[in-house]
């Protein structure tokens, strides 16, 4: 007599999932939606800080430094760079900059346009690590601009299209400003000539940028500004107190953020410590009879713990997979073609989606635990309890 | 080989005390087809229970292998149930996700008896049914292969709780005959109120309201 297929073990959790999919999978759906909700909420909530980091990348190579309400503090200002700068100095460049704005997923925020000359805005593009430019450079003088691809995208912008303009509210100028080139880089730029900054803007300041010889060095340039020109007639920008802001800034959004997860995590382990109650009733017979059998309680525990396992991180990872896919097509979809920031793979969202799975399987275990410390399995197999 | 030492079981039913059982002091010797007979209530699934270490008797006490098995933990005490014991319920339960091959192995967990699985299947009549669900088996069939689950693994004792109460008189006829047949060197205790299911005891133990009253050869 052929031996037929079973299972090496026929009560391995496995087998009891498989075969009960209709009741299993529901469970795992929930964790997996639970998990993909809570992944997306901080994803897109991290997307703000992240897309503020992204912008403003560029002060990430070089130091600014303004002088406070008198223009004539410029150059004692360089003068002091170029005496003190604790690193090897690249260039420090004497420019303007006037304001304009760029478009984030919570409106609109303000964008430095920069005002260089000829030879500075070539020394610029090359840190700015600019592989090529479509186009050209704008000319000396001439009412005319250069963007990067990211900000093109971001405001729909193409060759030719004006950047700054008398019409503009956002971003004024005299004059329409073209754009005659776009530069292929990561990083946001808008320059124009410095001449025509000059000649057209107001008011009348010229700022410093500093570029330490060596990108790497250019952290401790920053600090280096922050505490020299402390309590002068300066500002310093900075990359590092730009995301000190940030990070200050988006402490109370954080606090609200933990709130809102740890509420979500209270529910979600309400109502699935509350399925699984249901689950679990449902097999009393069958524990009822294996208890009656000889397994022991301890036996029958560890194995609905371990099911328990099985369907929580069973919905973790689904969960974090089919996140892994939303992002990623919210990215490429929405996101992507307005130059928007958006981290699909930002550890945080998928470590925020942790404690509720952990939750779950705490809530699930404890429900049979509760279950098994009053279970008669003679009540059972008398059919009292069935 | 399992003894009772005037062992009770008495409990509260809405404030009334109850005595399932009272004084019962037996003995089962290995190889032995023991019958306990009595009307409904009579305390016989009390005393099974009792002496299957599934109640926790509340006076006297219940030996195996000289040992109280109610001095044990409860952990020893279903270790000693799935090695020394077999079960066969008034009810035939099986697990619904299991075929009738893996429920019979149910019995041995961890153990190479598929073999022997399939051989108490077949001694049974049950060979070309072992890979169908319980719902794809009769009444009779599931109680068969609920016996097959108790010989597994040859138990020193089969314990037997109105096994033909839920089948008609042909079937538990059929039932009683395997289980006895193929118990091999274990004992039968078999609790039942139909005389006819015991023609093949060695001796029967009659109770009414929870006491012993007579005991004599089956």
Partial sequence: MPKPLAPRNPLAPGVFLLRNAGKTLPLVLVIMLAVMLIAGIVSMM????????????????????????????????????????????????????SEAVVRSIVGKWPFVVVALGQDDMRYYLDQMEVERVEGRLPAPGAAEAIISE??????????????LGPEINDAYSPQEVKIVGI???????????????????????????????DPREQAKLDRWAIERFKGERARVFAYELLDRDTEEMFQILYKILNVVIGTLVVVITFMMGMLMN???????????????????????????????????????VLGVGCALLLLNAVKSLLMDPQAFALNPLDPAAYLYSIPAPIAILAAAWYTVWLRFRRFDPVGVVERRLV | MIQTERVGLT??????????????????????????LGPSGSGKSSLLYLMSGLKTPTSGQVLVHGDDLHAMTDESRAKL?????????????????????????????????????????????????????????????????????????????IFADEPTASLDHRNGEVVVDLLNRYRGEGALVMVTHDPSMLKGADRVLHLVDGAMVEEGLG
């Avoid at chain 1, 303004?66 to 004692?76: E, F």
Wanted: proline share 6%; hydrophobic share 40%.
């Fill in chain 2, 11 to 36: 409990y509260l039913d809405h404030g009334r005390e109850v005595h399932a059982c009272q004084d019962v002091s037996i003995r089962v010797e290995r190889g032995e087809f023991v019958g306990i």
């Fill in chain 2, 81 to 157: 149930r799935l090695r020394e014991f077999g079960f066969v319920f008034q009810h035939p339960y099986l697990l619904g996700y299991l075929s009738a091959f893996e429920n019979v192995l149910l019995a041995r967990p961890g153990e190479d008896r598929g073999a022997e699985a399939l051989e108490l299947l077949d001694v049974l009549g049950l060979q070309s049914k072992a890979d169908r669900k319980p719902h794809e088996l009769s009444g009779g069939e599931r109680q068969r292969v609920c016996v097959a689950r108790a010989l597994l693994g040859r138990p020193a004792v």
């Fill in chain 1, 278 to 316: 249901i689950y679990q009733s449902q097999r009393v017979q069958e524990f009822g009879l294996l208890q009656a059998l000889g397994y022991t309680r301890r036996a029958l525990l560890k194995r609905v713990l371990m099911e328990s396992v099985l369907v929580v991180v069973g919905g973790w």
């Fill in chain 1, 46 to 97: 991290n997307s703000i800080p992240y897309s503020i980091r992204t912008i403003y990348d560029y002060s990430k190579r070089y130091t600014g430094i303004t002088p406070r309400g008198d223009p004539s503090q410029t150059p004692i200002l360089r003068q002091a760079v170029l005496d003190e700068s604790p690193v090897k100095l690249g260039r420090v460049i004497t420019c303007r900059a």
């Fill in chain 1, 150 to 163: 990211p900000v093109a995208r971001n405001l729909n912008l193409k060759l030719g299209d004006p950047l």
């Fill in chain 1, 183 to 213: 530069a292929r880089t990561d990083r946001w730029l808008k320059l124009t000539p410095i001449e025509y900054h000059q000649a057209n803007h107001f008011p009348p300041i010229d700022l410093l940028i500093a570029f330490a010889e």
